[in-house]
């Protein structure tokens, strides 16, 4: 741990932008695609092929986005010490956890599925149900959730202040500043999940005009997903592939959880009941399983919700407001295989940042996490259980002292 | 129960024939044909920044022409064609879907004494015709038994959508959506499960000269701007002209909408509307429907024998499968009705506006039904309809629309401009960064040694991007950019040749 301290005290932060960053006035870096070379209606970053994409967050220093980064992996975030951003929003998954449910900080199921943070800078609304405009307002849920990081701001700023790695990495990231506060803990947290851009897919290459880029049967599934009988791009809608608007499925929960209403508590109305964000489907293969609760495991199943009719997993005696494009398609078993051979093509993580080896606080980046099972049945929860209490044990005094 | 009844019986005796010509609180209002004064319109080309651009648009029509003959593909000439290309299809028998992600393609059907080229879904395929590219022409088509759409637009401008007959297809006959300065006109276009046209999300429209009939909505505007639906005969659908706001969508708003001269004949088919749909909600017999859009001006319609009403005005609240969205107003401001000729309207209309009409204790066959709220709503020459809910509404300032001759554009809208030095610096930043560092090795070589080979040769460098070949067995091969334009292929080789870290 001491050894570790030290290297950790060797951090400095990166001077330049990430990759497909441009960095401007020396300060700001600022976020450069094809897809600029486009506009949209009411520049509203939603459309076809050729089309802008919606306004987004950047600008950011080098210096902001690379400490982002370090805290992002840094367990020193959560109350026992153990639990990082990435626990649940892991790199190689996508950014989210290959879990259904995802893991609270007492190895408990939560009840909702960890969403991907690729292109987050784009968004203008998160957590499932919509809860939070900003990428500052959301880091604050999970942070301060009890059952996820279980967090306070006191204690949280408490350590941070108390780490001299963190508070010379902050004095560099907002020169001037000689505290560490909450706004800019949750700055870097923000300008780091807005570089996390996946914008160079193999759709992209197709979309930009290379029409060789998809074969015949991913034309074909592109042809279906956009088809008036799937109408998946209704909502799913280029270039994102989410319209970023509440839109009520109707999808099951898991066996034996009640139902989640969604966004009927976040907007105050019944006709949201069940309503969640209609999430991207870019980098989609690598983020099961699949819906708010992960019902479905694979991205067949989540095709196949879709085909099997309006509302019929709504259960007994709940009003529900479905959504008018969901209806019965009627698409033939080909036809969901041609979607999901499309989905597909929508994977690209060129610009997947680095994991750091060491970070600030000198903890251990939780590289076990990643290998966790993606089903997590009981067998495996209890041990994760027994692993995070062995860990919590095992946090070196020296660390929380400091 | 009785009793108030037949209080309110007695009143509407009593006060019947006064009450016709009184607006709420003021003395008869019979001011026909003044003023004589026109909608302004709400579109300045001036104001609109998107057609600032001075970049070039490649012309329909200015390329080579392909023809396509019965037992070819005509998806094979799409692909073969390039922007500027014409498309001429044949008459004969063709079943495929057909997409176009390509610009200034014109797909036209060539009619032969009579013969069309008929694109036939057979009841299996999805939509007869998809584009994604501006300056789409899809004219003359017969198209028939597809599942989804005949002609589906997702983004593009400039398109024009003309001549064709579609019948017995889907749920949209006509849907360009997320467009703008688009026309559809002269189409005939029947048996269709939701709107016969149906323009969603666009800008500068123009729906005009279309027969639609047997079909659930005639022609739909939904969250548009500037579109005018005129000269249309819209009969027999369960509704005949819409213009909304869903709530729900990306873009929020629909204003500046101007419904006139159309013939909106008998809207009284049962609507057959998939369950959920908006449109299921329509009560069969309502002529024009405004739920929720602003500024939209009904003028010079002909408006007959539509059994629940002549025109409709409703809010989010009053409108059944209608979700709630805090990003849309859920009241339909600022519409004007002018002068319509409205006969035989709202003869066997729905308890609920009977029910309205009850309040406001009035009898008849209602022409003009507003339920909700409406705020700064005007009517003109308001003592000829038969009308309800609409007492708020103010005498019109402007009696016409001849100001507005159409909200098409001169010049189609042109591409954003960027000077090729951005492109450059674009491509690399947004392209070749994700495998080219400048002294490392990512997954292409690093930017240091191609600067070693292509220094003085950057022309070179862009022949090699848009077709590269494998040239180190340690790398993998480089997937081509011939994407990029010629000029963006060297601008973004030169960008990296300049490139000192």
Redesign the interface.
Known sequence: MISSLILAAGITLSA?CP????LVGGSRCEL???????????N?G???????LPAHVDGYSPQQIDLGRYLFFDPILSANQVQSCASCHQPDKGFSDGHGRSVGFDGELLPRSAPTLWNSAFLDRFFWDGRAKTLEEQAKGPLYAAAEMNNTPEALLQRLNANDNYRRLFSEAFPGSKEIVESNVLTVLAAFQASLIS??SRYD?????????LNEEE?AGM??F?????RC?ECH??PLFT??????IGTPEPEGMELDIGAEKT?G?S??KGGFKVPTLRNIEFTGPYMHSGVFPTLREATEFYNKG?GHAVPNGVEM????H??EP?LKEEELDLIVSFMKTLS?E??KPETPKQVPSGLAVLADVQESSPALDAKSKSEMQAKHSKSDQSIPKTAMRR | MNKSLLLAAITLAVGFGLGQYLAKDNAPVIKANKPDKSFAGGYEAKQDD?LKSNADVVLPGSGDTITVNPGQKIQDAV?AAKPGDTIMVMPGKYEE?I?I??DSIRLIGVIQEGQRAELNGRGEL??AI?Y???NITVENFLITKY???GI?????NNFEIRGNVIVDT???GI?PQ???NGIVSHNIISGIEDAAIYVG???NIHVAHNEVFDSVAGIEIENSRHSIVENNYVHNNTGGILAFITP????KTTYDVIIRNNFVVGNNHKNFG?????VAGIPPGTGILVMAADEVVIENNIITDNKTAGIMITDHYNAP?T????GSDPYPDQVAILDNLMLRNGYDTIDEVKALMLTELKTGNPDIVRAGKSNDSCIYNRHRYITVGINDFKDCEFNNTKDVVTYLLDEP?P??E?TAEN?G???Y???C???H?YTGRI?GPPVQLIQALYMENPQGLADYIANPVKKRDDYPEM??????DEETRLAVAEYMLSRT?
């Open positions: 330049e990759r497909g960053f441009e450069r695609t094809v897809y600029q070379f486009y506009d949209s209606l009411q509203r939603v459309g076809g092929t050729q089309t802008s914008l160079n290459r197709y979309a930009h005009g290379d029409h060789s880029a034309i042809n279906v956009r088809s008036f009988v799937a791009s809608t280029p319209n970023n608007q509440i839109a009520v907007f109305t006709v949201l309006r407001q479905i959504h008018w969901i209806w009627d690209d060129t610009f | 998107t692909i879907t997409y992600d390509k999805n939509d998809l994604s590219g501006n599942k989804g759409n589906m637009g997702q983004a593009g889907g749920v949209y849907f997320l467009g703008k999300m666009s800008d729900g969508l990306p873009i998939a369950p959920g749909s908006t499968n979700t709630i969205d805090e809208v591409p954003r960027i492109k610096k674009i491509a930043l947004g392209i960064t994700g495998c560092s997954v997937p081509p950019q011939n994407y990029l870290n």
